[in-house]
């Protein structure tokens, strides 16, 4: 089990990439898919097409990190895309229940969870 940093922020590509991409690649990816780029400190989630592969892109200050996850039976339950959108934003936690193979659809946090994001946001 890896923990995420309470604050820290979560964008999910939505679209499969090819999982053959590292360091560069990725990166790339991200800054197309938000204009910041990874020095701000986010981590960015990448599945493959079968769904059963996933790469996250973490810079940690001192150098960019990518974490590999290959699921040996099964698939993560990735959301959809909403139309004109290539990436989403996720809470740490909602990311690792998702690495745990929990499926978000539907999924709610109880009022007294939520709370307010860097930036005054919320998000699931």
């Known amino acids: 089990m890896i923990g995420f940093p309470a604050g820290v922020r979560v964008y999910l590509a ?8 590292s360091f560069n690649g990725l990166s790339a990816i991200a800054r197309e898919l ?3 780029g990874l020095e ?12 059963n592969r996933l790469k996250i892109l973490y810079y940690d200050r001192t150098g960019v990190c990518v974490l590999a ?6 698939t993560f339950s990735w959301p959809s895309p909403s139309p004109g959108s290539r990436s989403l934003s996720l809470a740490p936690e909602a990311l690792q229940l998702l690495l745990d193979g929990i499926d978000l ?18 998000s699931a």
């Open 14 to 21: 939505v679209e499969p990439h090819d999982m053959r991409k």
């Open 34 to 36: 938000v204009a910041r």
């Open 40 to 51: 701000d400190g986010a981590m960015f989630a990448f599945t493959n097409k079968r769904r």
């Open 69 to 74: 996850k290959r699921l040996e039976t099964g």
């Open 105 to 122: 659809r539907g999924a709610q946090m109880r009022p007294w969870y939520e709370r307010d994001e860097p930036g005054g946001n919320k």
